[in-house]
Nanobody, 128 residues
Framework: QVQLVESGGGSVQAGGSLRLSCAAS????????MGWFRQAPGKEREGVAG???????SYLDSVKGRFTISKDNAKNTLYLQMNDLKPEDTAMYYC??????????????????????WGQGTQVTVSS
């Protein structure tokens, strides 16, 4: 099984940046489908970004051009670089992984995939 640990959340002012990290363990690599999700109080969880085994990516419309998902396979770590943060980005952010999704399913598929393995979350708070 996969263990996922997020870090990098915090409180920033609007326009600021944060980089979230998700360290994966339990498998020798992370060449599989992974994603970042977020959930704000009183709202449903939404897929923010997804990346497949080939590095194809997909983003929620509201974060396109501001967020970038990437992997460092040597470190078994998934990242989410978040720039130009807005108050509406405030939420708990979670990473998710499917170590059986080894084919290039596409970033969109990975962003909408019903994952089984999840991290514990890291809070992002953006003030205006």
């Amino acid at each position: 099984q996969v263990q996922l640990v997020e870090s990098g959340g915090g409180s920033v002012q609007a326009g600021g940046s944060l980089r979230l990290s998700c360290a994966a363990s339990g498998y020798a690599h992370i060449n599989y489908c992974m994603g970042w999700f977020r959930q704000a109080p009183g709202k449903e969880r939404e897929g923010v970004a997804g990346i497949d085994s080939d590095g194809d990516t997909s983003y929620l419309d509201s974060v396109k051009g501001r967020f970038t998902i990437s992997k460092d396979n040597a470190k078994n770590t998934l990242y989410l670089q978040m720039n130009d943060l807005k108050p509406e980005d405030t939420a708990m952010y979670y990473c998710a992984a499917d170590p059986y999704a080894l084919l290039a399913y596409g970033g969109t598929w990975c962003r909408h995939h019903p994952y089984y393995y999840w991290g514990q979350g890291t809070q992002v708070t953006v003030s205006s």
